[in-house]
């Protein structure tokens, strides 16, 4: 099945469904779209406005409180590097990376106190920086290994 199949057979079934609909929540649901209201089955999750600080979840106000008892602490922080062979398709990766970060709000979070209250702020979707690859030429394979750990530890807030 295509996507464009997907779609159509989504679409006739909402219109079956929409066709099902008594009069009075016809009414209702036009009432609702008419005045821009989000619609949602009783239980659903309500859209949140775009920008909007949010509560922060029990673990991530622990985090924020330790973080707010011991700045700069980053033993939660765990580098990772790993090693990539052949051409590096730049744009490629940074489409990937852009995507990744398109989807999941947690990597667009920011946390900050609002009318006195930790809250999450979750950010629009945008392109990352376009950053230059390091190039290695000339650097013998034990120093790349070094710069590629030394860099990682600097990262998670750690002294080398």
């Not at 946390?111 to 006195?116: A, E, H, I, P, Y």
């Amino acid at each position: 099945m295509t996507s464009g199949d997907a779609i159509a057979q989504r679409r006739a079934e909402l219109e079956r469904r929409l066709a099902a609909l008594s009069p009075e929540k016809r009414a209702q649901l036009e009432r609702a779209r008419a005045a821009g209201e989000p619609v949602v089955r009783k239980g659903g999750i309500v859209p949140r406005e775009p920008d909007a600080p949010v509560p922060m979840s029990f673990a991530q106000e622990l985090l924020w409180l330790l973080d707010r008892a011991s700045p700069g602490m980053h033993g939660y922080n765990v580098p990772r590097t790993a090693r990539l062979r052949g051409p590096l398709d730049v744009a490629a990766l940074q489409a990937a990376l852009d995507g990744v970060v398109a989807r999941h709000e947690v990597l667009r979070s920011t946390f900050d106190l609002v009318d006195g209250e930790p809250r999450q702020i979750v950010h629009a979707p945008r392109p990352s920086r376009s950053r230059s690859p390091i190039s290695p030429t000339g650097r013998t394979r034990r120093a790349r290994k070094r710069r590629s750990r030394s860099s990682a530890t600097c990262r998670a807030g750690h002294s080398t």
